[in-house]
């Protein structure tokens, strides 16, 4: 999917301060639940083989950031981003496990359908430079963003 999914079920989302013109503008902030089932027939949650194999074609973790990065929206930005890969990521930020939202218009993260302990792996951008970083949560209440791949898993 060429942007962040906007599939509203009926728990495990929300818009960005819970207020749909982040939606709109940005797709929806999922549980580590809710991405697991949101992708519709035909797509699936990628695992993180799928988001390192993204990477490097896009030349490793150091540099991918700026070729995934929309080119619009990412404020006090460090890095020039290209888009080159035509991924569009916007800083869309998160929502923690207790409630309260962050990041937008610096952050943005995607979970991967790859288990982590009790939680799952994500990938991350922010404005402060190129890279891509991948980090583990336990805390199954985040909300971040959901890109589904076409196929099944």
């Not at 809710?34 to 988001?51: I, K, V, Y």
Request: charged residues 20%.
């Amino acid at each position: 999917m060429a942007e962040d999914l906007q599939y509203k079920d009926s728990t495990g989302n929300w818009c960005y301060k819970d207020d749909p013109a982040n939606c709109n503008e940005y797709g929806r902030l999922y549980n580590v639940k809710a991405a697991l089932e949101s992708c519709p027939d035909g797509w699936h949650l990628p695992q993180t083989e799928e988001w390192e194999k993204l990477i490097n074609y896009l030349g490793g973790e150091q540099i991918a950031g700026a070729k995934l990065k929309s080119t619009e929206k990412w404020r006090h930005s460090a890095i020039t981003a290209t888009n080159g890969s035509g991924f569009s990521a916007l800083p869309a930020g998160y929502r923690n496990y207790g409630g309260v939202f962050g990041g937008r218009g610096t952050q943005g993260y995607w979970w991967s359908a790859s288990k982590f302990d009790n939680g799952a792996w994500y990938f991350a951008l922010n404005n402060k430079d190129n890279k891509i970083n991948k980090y583990g949560s336990n805390h199954r209440l985040s909300g971040y963003c959901v890109r589904c791949v076409m196929g099944k898993n």
